[in-house]
Structure formats: C-alpha cells, structure tokens
C-alpha cells in the first residue's frame, strides 16, 4: 500500500505553529514522540475519521475515549442539534442537568452529589480542593505514571525513594505548590503502606486511576486499590478515583463497578459528555456539603453543565444504559489483543499487551507492564516504527507509546480483522 499524500495536513500545520504554541491545542497532538508531522482531521463518522487530504483511516484514538458508541452517532447528534436550537448558554440552570446528574448517581453509587464543571482537569482539580476543605489537610498523594490533569498539585515527578514529596515536573509550578504532593509508585503496597506511616496524618486525600490510562493501560494488582481503600480510611484521607477515563467505559458503573469499590470522591469526563468539553466530579454527601453555596470551598464555572454537553452526555448514557454493551465491548477488545499479540510474536517483535475491557495498550518491551517504571522500558523508537507503518495503512493508533487504544462499537469484527492484518505487516516491517 502506498504511504497516503498529507501535504494538506503539513500546510495545516504550518500555518498552526504561527498562531498556536507548536502548532497544536495539546502537547500530543504533535506527533513528535512518533516523529511524523500531525494529521488534522476533517470529519468522522463510525470507526473512520477523515483527514484533510481525504484519507480515511481506522480510529482508536477516539478523542481519547469518549467516542464509545463510534463517532458521529446519530442519536448524540440529534441532540445536539435539538439543544442548540434552544441556545448554547444560558449560565443559568437547566432540567437537564438534574437528569444528568441523576443518571450520574443511579449509576454510582458512591456518587450521592455531583458537581458538573468543563473539563476532567477541572474535575480533578476542584475534587483535591474538596478533600483539603473537608479534612483540613493540605498533602496529597499520586501515583507516578498517573495524570489527572494539568493543575499545579498534579504537575509533580517522583523524587529519590519509594514514596516522597514530588519536585515539579513543569516549568510554572511553584515548588511549595509541589510540595505539598507526595508520589508513589503505582501497585506498590510496600510503598504506600511506607508513606502512610510516616506521613498519614499529613494526607488530605490519595487520587488514583483506578485503571491507568496515562501511562498506557496497566491494570491494578489483585488487593491493590482495596489496601488504598483500607489505609486511607485508617488515617482520615479521602479516597479519590479519577474515572476521566475508565468511567462509564469498563462498566456502566465504571472500574468502580468492575473491583466492586467505593471511593469517597469520583472524578468522571470524557463519555458523559458524549464527545462534549465536559468534567464532573461528586461523592459522599458529607463531603460534597463542603462546597459552595452549601459550605466554604469554592468552585464556579460559567460554562459548566453547558446545554449542548448536558444533551449529548444524557443521550450518551441512556444509550448505554438501554444497549449494557460492555461484555460485547470486551470480547472485540480480546479479539484485537489476541491479535496484536500473534503479530507481535510471529515477527518475533517483544511486546507485552495490556488490556482491561475496550482500553488497551502494546509495550514494546518483553517485561510484565506493571507501573510506570516498567513501562518506561518500552522501545519507543519500534513504537513510533508500528505508529507510522498501521497509519500507512489506513489505522490512526495513539501518537505516544504510553496512551492507550479505544476500542469502540463501530468496531466490527471485520474492521477488527482489518486492523490485525495490518499489525502482522507493521510488525514484520519493525523487526528487522
């Protein structure tokens, strides 16, 4: 197959780094870990996205896993369509919000209030802040390899040790602003058992994905997230899941249902906005008193609970409510790790593929996937080598080694075949 002619998508580009800050509205977008120049897409539809040189291309991106049900679905369509005809804003409430929120909670049973904001690092950010009003703590405790968003408390890398106080991981952030966030390792009991004893007293809250999705897909080890439940409730902190991701996608009821969990607080974006700028974040009662107008800890946002977001979100939920597709969702995800693992192997390529549900991820590397330490031994130069040879021909995979692929309903068996035939070539190209 000839490799497609992009010479749009490189005009586009261009003309981006002139007015946007490298050409893209978020760091990935640009390509550079797989050294390739962007592709700016046109339309979507189903499994298939469009760039502007009209070459269609097998999606697993997804915009990062919203798009569930396919893109361009007709029912989330026309409700959008049907919102905006009543307006775009009001910056007032609206009855669907309520609806909204109430398909939130009956979905979540940890989930007694919800807040909607616009985006997951907004939900993140104003959920930590929630924790610190409410136990009148300022440490918080991540996990290495998680990302919750681009907040200044977020923003931190591991310092020396198992578990310390993190040192910024970007320019802007104020070292007291880090300080006060403590990082571990992801599925290490040892070292979280470590920092709760010495620093338990000082944790408003620990915020984990409870699948990982950032640093590609790694699953928590048996009894992991139940020792995060058990230490934090030991010591007074707030357990924090942040399901951007993983929420309403591995279950209706999110990794939350799927390990049989219930954090104190939830983080949730991405599919309950149906493809939308949306974010929420909600929990125990007690806890959610503390915000404004109801109690002391402020968080606004004129654009939260937008009628188009709201629209297509409630849609997007009835949707999966009325259709529960996740055991569907699940075998087409073991068909295309099964096949990306034959592939791999038959190329003689060393690849480990990590997979919960419809998300998951292929390490280029022949160790067990368990944290971000692990992951970081992935050859990235063979990834980007597999990124550039499935998008020759026609399959758009995430632009990073460390993202995870979509697996959506639009992605029929025969459009899963497909993608494997490609992967046998790609792999077979990569080895050598």
């Not at 189903?46 to 009209?54: E, L, N, P, R």
């Not at 991540?142 to 040790?161: A, N, P, R, T």
């Not at 192997?345 to 060393?350: D, I, K, L, M």
Request: charged share 20%; with cysteine; hydrophobic share 45%.
């Amino acid at each position: 197959m000839s490799k497609p002619k992009t010479s749009n998508s490189a005009e586009l580009f261009a003309r981006a780094q002139r007015v946007i800050p490298g050409g893209v509205n978020s760091p990935v977008r640009a390509f550079k870990a797989v050294g390739r120049t962007p592709l700016f897409i046109r339309e979507a539809a189903g499994s298939k996205i469009v760039d502007a040189d009209g070459n269609a291309y097998t999606d697993y991106v997804g915009s990062w896993g919203p798009m569930i049900l396919g893109h361009a679905h007709p029912a989330i369509i026309a409700s959008v369509f049907d919102a905006a005809r009543r307006g775009t804003s009001y910056g007032a409430p609206t009855e669907l919000e309520i609806e909204l929120a109430e398909e939130i909670c009956a979905a979540y049973p940890s989930i007694e209030l919800v807040r909607l904001v616009s985006s997951g690092t907004e939900a993140a950010m104003s959920a930590i802040r929630a924790a610190r009003g409410y136990t009148g703590r300022d440490g918080i405790l991540k996990f290495e390899g998680c990302y919750h968003g681009h907040s200044d408390s977020l923003l931190v890398k591991s310092g020396s040790g198992l578990a310390t106080f993190g040192t910024p991981d970007s320019a802007g952030v104020p070292a007291d602003f880090a300080r006060n966030t403590l990082v571990a390792p992801f599925n290490d009991e040892e070292a979280l058992n470590a920092v709760f004893a010495e620093k338990g007293g000082e944790i408003a809250c620990v915020i984990v994905e409870p699948v990982c999705g950032n640093m590609g897909c790694v699953p928590p080890r048996p009894g992991f997230l139940e020792v995060i439940q058990k230490l934090t409730k030991a010591h007074g902190a707030l357990l924090i899941y942040d399901e951007v991701i993983t929420g309403f996608r591995l279950a209706y009821g999110g990794a939350q249902q799927l390990y049989g969990a219930k954090p104190d607080l939830t983080c949730l974006g991405k599919i309950i906005g149906g493809g939308l700028p949306v974010g929420a974040f909600g929990g125990r009662a007690d806890v959610m008193a503390c915000i404004a107008p109801l109690g002391p800890v402020y968080q606004a946002g004129t654009l939260s609970g937008n009628p188009l977001a709201v629209a297509a979100g409630l849609t997007m939920l009835r949707l999966l409510k009325e259709s529960n597709p996740y055991a569907e969702l699940d075998r087409r995800g073991a068909i295309l790790e099964q096949g990306l693992t034959s592939a791999a192997s038959a190329a003689g390529v060393s690849a480990t593929i990590n997979r919960v549900g419809s998300m998951l991820t292929a390490f280029f590397t022949d160790a067990p996937v368990t944290d971000w330490a692990s992951a970081k031994t992935s050859d990235t130069k063979r990834y980007a080598g597999f990124f550039g040879a499935m998008l020759d021909q026609g399959i758009y995979l995430a632009p990073s080694q460390f993202e995870c692929a979509f697996v959506s309903l639009a992605h029929t068996d025969e459009v899963l075949e497909r993608t494997i035939e490609a992967a046998r070539s790609a792999m077979t190209a990569i080895a050598n």
